[in-house]
């Protein structure tokens, strides 16, 4: 077992890199992960979570991340806009 989940992006906010998708989940889940990036240059497509916490904090950072992703604010500002000019 480890204290850290290694969190793949997911594919509609890889363009945002690892340092761009953890600003918007602390903006918007109100959860800070470490950006995969610095742990290497091949690490920008992950995140990296600590389980350091217990259990109720833990699940509720998940139940934050959850949220966000199946939200209406799922995609990025530039993806609505687009949407919006299709």
Partial sequence: ASMFM???IPQRFRHLGSV???KLLL????VAVAPGLGFGE?????????LVENNHRIRQALRGIK?????????PA??????LNA
């Fill in 6 to 8: 290694w969190a793949p």
């Fill in 20 to 22: 761009g998708f953890s």
């Fill in 27 to 30: 903006e918007k889940a109100k």
């Fill in 42 to 50: 091949h690490g920008d497509e992950h995140v990296r979570i600590a």
């Fill in 67 to 75: 949220a966000f992703l199946v939200g209406d604010n799922a995609a």
């Fill in 78 to 83: 530039d993806e609505k806009q687009e949407a």
